[in-house]
């Protein structure tokens, strides 16, 4: 949670709902958390989750590398003053022409997991690094994301030895364990069979370069605590210890959900209340659509932690849905509000800082809720605690 902005200090404030507000001192203390525990691995932010300039400009000046999935991705990058040569474009399936522009701008380093994309890199970026997407085993995930990407080990061993005979420079194997990983090992398994694929490119007289262990890296949601990131470290220093059959000159990983997710709120504001069939439903001016669409995409079942601006002791149960006339429009079943709750009254979603506004529409009307930061100034307003206003 925000700490210093609890449920009292954010119903004071008085902006329209809903926003995201974002605490750029804990995005700051999570990627310190990663680059202090994983000595010699490179934190790349994969900033599909939330490509907020301010949080990119608070990470590159932490020293933090970026993981790019389009050209509109490189260009904000490149605003804020980010080497594109620093770059690694992960996306395995890219457009030409993004590929081209990318290439244009000096970044070298494609991720890919078909010979039609290998092809495509050849003809668009001559000679560039190829990474390939390998598939990993299914684990204990609340948001699934494999399936789409990644080929076997027996593939990823014919591509990339493709990859040479077209005049792209093998350069290394990418995995992801699974967005919001609950298990760390998983990265022991993905790491042992990346290691096997990299004996046997060796036996071809191709010796890679870089091992990217993905990201994955779970937050703190309402249903299950995950295990410390000091866990998950464990598990990836033994294992690179044990089965990385050759010293690589880069290690990498792309955390996005473990560094923004934990600095947000969400708030918004109850525009209905209603009884149906001997439920209770709670209406927001926020949904699945226009900011909470990983309630859709896990089935909801990733439970975000709840205030609101009552804050009554006595508890009552309620199904919490968004303003869209859409019947799939529901954030969570069965949650804990004020008894007392009532319309106008203000919600407090935690953990909300990734893949909320950054996948949110204006579907039905509703706008994408802007995002705020506690400590910049805005006029004629000040945050509880003397902290200054936060501007969109």
């Known amino acids: 949670m925000l700490g210093v902005l609890g449920p009292a200090a954010l119903a004071r404030l008085s902006y329209e709902t809903p926003f995201l507000l974002v605490d750029l001192d804990q995005v700051a203390t999570a990627y310190l958390e990663f680059a202090e525990l994983m ?13 907020d300039r301010r949080i990119l400009t608070q990470l590159h000046g932490l020293g933090s590398g970026f993981e790019i999935a389009s050209i509109a991705e490189l260009r904000e990058l490149e605003a804020i003053g980010v080497d594109p040569a620093e770059v690694i474009y992960s996306n395995p399936v890219k457009p030409a022409a993004h590929i081209a522009a990318a290439a244009r701008s000096n970044v070298w380093r494609f991720a890919f997991d078909s010979v039609a994309e290998l092809e495509k890199l050849a003809e ?16 204990q995930t609340t948001v699934p994301s494999e399936g789409k990407f990644g080929v076997d080990g027996k593939r990823a061993r014919a591509l990339l030895r493709l990859a040479r005979r077209l005049g792209l420079r093998p350069y290394g194997v990418a995995f992801h ?22 004996r ?12 990217d262990l993905g990201g994955g890296f779970p937050a703190r949601y309402a249903d299950r605590p995950p295990p410390p990131l000091e866990a998950f470290a ?6 690179l210890g044990r089965h990385l059959p050759y010293p690589v000159q880069k290690l990498a990983i792309e955390p996005g959900r473990a560094l923004v997710a934990g600095a947000g709120v969400l708030v918004a504001t109850v525009i209905g209340i209603a009884e149906r069939s001997g439920r209770r439903w709670v209406h927001l001016d926020v949904g699945a659509f226009n900011g909470l669409m990983e309630a859709l995409e896990s089935g909801n079942r990733l439970r975000f932690p709840l205030a609101d601006s009552r804050g009554s002791a006595r508890l009552a149960r309620c199904h919490l849905t968004g303003p869209t006339c859409d019947s799939q429009d529901t954030i969570m079943f069965d949650v804990g509000l004020s008894a007392d709750l009532a319309v106008d009254d203000r919600v407090f979603l935690y953990t909300a800082g990734a893949y909320t506004t950054s996948y949110a529409s204006d579907f039905n009307g509703f706008a994408i809720p802007p995002t705020y930061l506690p400590g910049e100034a805005l006029p004629g307003e000040a945050l509880p605690g003397g902290l200054r206003t936060p501007v969109g």
């Open 200 to 211: 046997a490119l060796a036996r071809d007289g191709i010796q890679l370069e870089m091992l």
């Open 39 to 51: 000595p010699g691995i490179d934190v790349h932010y994969a900033m599909k989750c939330n490509p």
């Open 177 to 198: 364990v699974g967005s919001q990983m609950l298990d760390p090992a998983a990265w022991d398994t993905a790491i042992r069979q990346s290691t096997e694929l990299m």
């Open 234 to 239: 464990e598990v990836i220093v033994a294992a």
């Open 124 to 139: 668009h970026a001559p000679g560039a690094a190829v990474y390939v997407r390998q598939r990993t085993a299914a684990g």
